[in-house]
C-alpha cells in the first residue's frame, strides 16, 4: 500500500516552454501532496504544499507563478513549471499523505532538464 | 521541527547489522523520529518511525534512548540493495519535512 507515481520520469524541454509534472496516489486518498526540489549532490528541499480543493502554500524563495501546483482531486496534484529556464533543470518529487496520517510517502521523481 | 545530526558516511559489511546513529537533543516531547532513505536517482523510500518505545518492522528496528535525544536505526542483515542516503528527521506536525544531508551508507561485499 502507500503508493505514489509520477509522471513522467523524466523530460527535456527547450528554454521558455512549460511543463507538467503529475504526481498520484494509486491506492489511497491524498488529503495533502507536497512539492519538493533536488538538485545534484543536494538534500530535497520542500517547495509547497496543497492541499485538495485549496490553494498550494509556497515555501519562502518558490514563485508561485513559475511553479503552479493544482491539487483538484485526492489522487493527482500537478506541478507546471512555466516558462522553464536551464536553472530549473532538477529532480521534482512528490509525496503524498492521507487524512489523519503524518506519513508522507514520496514518489520516484521527475527529472526535468531544460536546454 | 527539531534539528538532527548524522554521520556524513559509514560502511557495513554485507549481512552485518548496520546501525546508524542519529542525535535530535532539542526534540519536542509530541515530535515523532522518522527515518527514510534514498537510493540513488529515486524518491525517497519510508522506512520507520516512531515517538517513545522501539518500533521494528519488516525493513528495520528503531531504537530511540529514554531521553529520547538520540535513535538509532538498525538495518538487521544489511545487503547491496541497501547502499542508500539514510535520513533522520523530526516532526511534530503534519507539514512538509526537513531534509538534512543524510547518511551516506555503502554496503560492502
Known amino acids: 500500500g502507500a503508493v505514489v507515481s509520477q509522471h513522467p520520469s523524466w523530460v527535456i524541454c527547450k528554454s521558455g516552454t512549460s511543463v507538467k509534472i503529475e504526481c498520484r496516489s494509486l491506492d489511497f486518498q491524498a488529503t495533502t501532496m507536497f512539492w519538493y526540489r533536488q538538485f545534484p549532490k543536494q538534500s530535497l528541499m520542500l517547495m509547497a504544499t496543497s492541499n485538495e480543493g485549496s490553494k498550494a502554500t509556497y515555501e519562502q524563495g518558490v514563485e508561485k507563478d513559475k511553479f503552479l501546483i493544482n491539487h483538484a482531486s485526492l489522487t493527482l496534484s500537478t506541478l507546471t513549471v512555466t516558462s522553464a529556464h536551464p536553472e530549473d533543470s532538477s529532480f521534482y518529487i512528490c509525496s503524498a499523505r492521507s487524512w489523519g496520517e503524518e506519513t508522507q510517502y514520496f514518489g520516484p521523481g521527475t527529472r526535468l532538464l531544460v536546454l | 521541527d527539531a534539528k538532527t545530526t548524522q554521520p556524513p558516511s559509514m560502511d557495513c559489511a554485507e549481512g552485518r547489522a548496520a546501525n546508524l546513529p542519529c542525535n535530535h537533543s532539542?526534540?519536542?516531547?509530541?515530535?515523532?523520529v522518522y527515518w527514510y532513505r534514498q537510493i540513488h536517482s529515486q524518491g525517497p523510500q519510508y522506512i520507520i518511525h516512531?515517538?517513545?518505545n522501539n518500533e521494528t518492522n519488516e525493513m528495520a528496528s528503531l531504537i530511540i534512548t529514554e531521553d529520547r535525544k538520540s535513535s538509532t536505526l538498525i538495518l538487521p542483515h544489511a545487503t547491496l540493495r541497501d547502499t542508500a542516503v539514510y535520513y533522520c528527521i523530526v516532526r511534530g506536525g503534519a507539514d512538509g519535512l526537513t531534509f538534512g544531508k543524510g547518511t551516506h551508507l555503502i554496503i560492502q561485499p
Open positions: 532539542t526534540i519536542s516531547g509530541n515530535e515523532y
Open positions: 516512531g515517538l517513545k
